[in-house]
């Protein structure tokens, strides 16, 4: 989409109405044009407005020239929540109407500054309702960026950082009910783009997977530090406001990581409009998660450190104290030189640096990855950090991963690795969880895993029908009736999958390694379906159904036998698989045998596809007479 013609005019509205409302403030209260010159914000406005007006195309404008500005309002300190709101609300307009264009040779930058800008976006807060006013307007500028046809230019370091910024506001619980679900409605359309992409991402090239690294940990530090402040702090005023005398490096150290308000006042003050910003004297909002005290005048008085702030230094974790640490040892580390006996030195030789800029490369398969790895990671019942809303969340995420990119997930091997190993770990944990949410997404989540994998997952397949078979015939009274029953509509659908009961007796029931999984299975919908009483259940009602089910789709089996039609079944993969043909021939061995060659390469006289239709026949009958003979007559023994 090309941008309109008439862009520049909108982009000259929304710098007349920020200036407006940042004149209003206190600390651009003065009209003088002198003073607007000295204040950068505005200076850069003025500026922006002078080369506006030499131009009458927005087109003929580079796009960071005319953003610029607006994200230096984002990203200062300085700046009211409402004037933020208003600089965030210009920049989602500009991407919603396209006036960024995307085949412009400067996109990648472009995008890159407006990412990084919102991510870190600081302004003064005022109370929770104001504050969460500007934090939904950040969400909804990283929605639109990435969903947005100039968001396919972000790196994979920007995607992960989007999404961990939507991740700590999701999971913040000072903020309101409304702020956090639109962070995870946000989280849902970009983790729907990003794999209903994924088929036209490929697999291959290095890649620095440290720099992606996204961690649960980073977002709940701040739970840690509000146990530890509530069991060795003594209780402080809401209204009583923290006064730190150190610098704002010790305050990244004090203060939480996720971004919050602190010192909200009792009452909820009626919200100020955009245009009439509140006077910034209250704590400064991170998206970074640092929130300091403001404003630093001459006029206050200098106080020591109280001894509750000193008490919370002390008391933060070993892992944020160590980090900044072995950065620093390692950057004054000298190099690596020793001198051998006959007095030569050896000194450590420094990797040249690649010369030149480094090309922009646009995210793709690595941000999916350490995004799929995060989301499973967020589902591991056995992580004490993660809670029954980090866990509904990952599985309600994974399940949109599996509804729109099953097919495509199989096809990457780094993507099924995790799949086959830390998924089916963490889901399988979570069928002895209690809380019925959790159970009922995990058997949705795994209902879609097998029905598009389970010929990749041959094993995991056997064990969770192994664990549903044990749940629903455990008599334990902490077995909810209602987990029994869904449990057993997960068979009912597994059942409905086309072919998948004869599936079940050819990969399993016929394989020598494995257990009878159809007969079991069948054999306990026949009990099931019999009540003790005379009262009908809905367990009774879906017994009836599976059994029905089986018998449906062996009677279209059979129907298509009769017509002629070849019936198709999704075998195992050859890995997973102990037995793929019955050979009859003792004189071909298995070791002469091509390893990797298909069933269908090997000689028709030789292997045997259906031993039923073999036996019927006379002349294989006669066949078989003479090699179980020559058999006997090898061993010493007579038929």
């Known amino acids: 989409m090309s941008p ?29 044009y002198q003073d607007d010159e000295k204040d950068v914000l505005l200076k850069s406005f003025h500026e922006l407005k002078e080369k506006l007006l030499q131009v009458e195309d927005l087109r003929l404008v580079e796009p960071g020239l005319f953003l610029n500005p607006f994200l230096e309002v984002i990203r200062s300190e300085d700046t009211t929540g409402p004037v933020t709101s ?4 210009a920049v989602n307009k500009f991407l919603s109407y396209g006036l960024i264009d995307p085949t412009h040779s400067t996109l990648a930058a472009t995008v890159e500054s407006i990412a990084d800008a919102v991510t870190h976006a600081r302004f003064v807060g005022t109370d929770q309702t104001s504050d ?86 980073s977002m709940d530090q701040s739970n840690k530090k509000r146990k530890s402040s509530r069991a060795e702090l003594k209780p402080v005023s809401v209204n009583t406001p923290k006064i730190v ?11 939480p990581t996720t971004p919050v308000v602190s010192n909200a006042p009792k ?6 409009l955009s245009t009439t910003p509140a006077t910034p004297a209250g704590p400064i909002v991170d998206m970074q998660g640092i929130i300091s005290q403001t404003p630093k005048s001459s006029q206050e008085p200098k106080t020591d450190p109280i001894p509750e702030e000193a008490d919370l230094q002390q008391a933060q974790p070993e892992s944020l104290q160590e980090v900044p640490q072995v950065a620093e040892l390692l950057e004054e580390a000298p190099m690596e030189s020793f001198v051998n006996a006959v007095g030569v030195r050896f000194t450590h030789q420094q990797e040249d640096e690649p010369s030149g800029p480094v090309p922009h490369l646009p995210y793709g398969l690595p941000c999916i990855r350490e995004l799929f790895r995060f989301l499973i990671s967020l589902c591991n019942p056995h992580d004490k950090q993660n809670t029954d809303v980090m866990i509904h969340m990952g599985l309600t995420l994974l399940t949109v991963t599996f509804e729109v990119g099953a097919d495509s997930i199989g096809k ?11 998924l089916c770990k963490n889901l399988f944990a979570l069928l002895a969880t209690e809380r019925i949410s959790i159970f009922a997404a995990d058997l949705q989540l795994c209902f879609l895993m ?71 299975l069948t054999k306990l919908m026949s009990k099931n379906t019999l009540s003790a009483t005379h009262s009908i259940y809905s367990v009774h009602t879906l017994s009836m159904d599976s059994l029905l089910t089986i018998i449906a789709s062996i009677e279209r089996n059979c129907i298509q036998a009769k017509n002629g039609e070849k019936t198709t079944y999704m075998r195992h993969s050859r890995n997973n698989s102990s037995v793929d043909k019955i050979i009859l021939d003792p004189n071909i061995s298995l070791d002469q045998t091509i390893v990797g060659s298909p069933p269908g390469d090997a000689d028709g006289d030789v292997v045997v596809e259906n031993i039923n239709k073999y036996l019927k026949s006379s002349q294989n009958e006669d066949r078989l007479r003479q090699l179980v003979s020559q058999e006997g007559a090898a061993d010493g023994t007579s038929l």
Do not use: H
């Not at 077995?479 to 057993?488: G, K, T």
């Not at 050819?506 to 257990?515: A, E, P």
């Open 4 to 32: 309109p013609g008439n862009g520049i005019f909108v982009v000259r509205g929304e710098m007349s109405t920020l200036t407006t409302a940042m004149r209003r403030g206190s600390r651009w209260s003065s009209n003088s």
């Open 450 to 520: 097998f029905e598009s994998l389970r010929s990749q997952l041959k094993f995991q397949l056997e064990y969770y029908l192994t664990k549903l078979t044990d749940l629903i015939v455990n008599e334990n009274p902490r077995i909810l009736y209602e987990a029994r029953e869904l449990a057993l509509d997960n068979l009912l659908q597994l059942w409905r999958i086309p072919g998948f009961a004869a599936e079940l007796y050819i990969n399993y029931d016929c394989d020598l390694y494995c257990t009878n999984l159809f007969e079991d």
């Open 132 to 217: 969460g006013v500007v934090l939904m307007k950040i969400v909804q500028v990283l929605r639109t960026l990435v969903l947005s046809p100039e968001g396919s230019a972000l790196s994979n370091e920007s995607i992960c950082d989007i999404i961990l910024s939507c991740f700590r506001l999701c999971f913040e619980p000072r903020l309101n009910e409304l702020v956090r679900k639109t962070a995870e409605n946000a989280l849902k359309d970009i983790v729907l783009l990003l794999f209903m992409r994924l088929p036209q991402f490929v697999e291959g090239g290095n890649f620095n997977l440290k720099s992606l690294k996204m961690r649960s940990s």
């Open 267 to 272: 009452g909820l003050k009626p919200p100020p």
């Open 245 to 255: 005398a150190s610098e704002e490096g010790s305050q990244e150290q004090t203060e």
């Open 86 to 89: 208003l600089a965030l609300s």
């Open 412 to 422: 990457y091997d780094s993507l099924l690795a995790i799949v086959k190993d830390d």
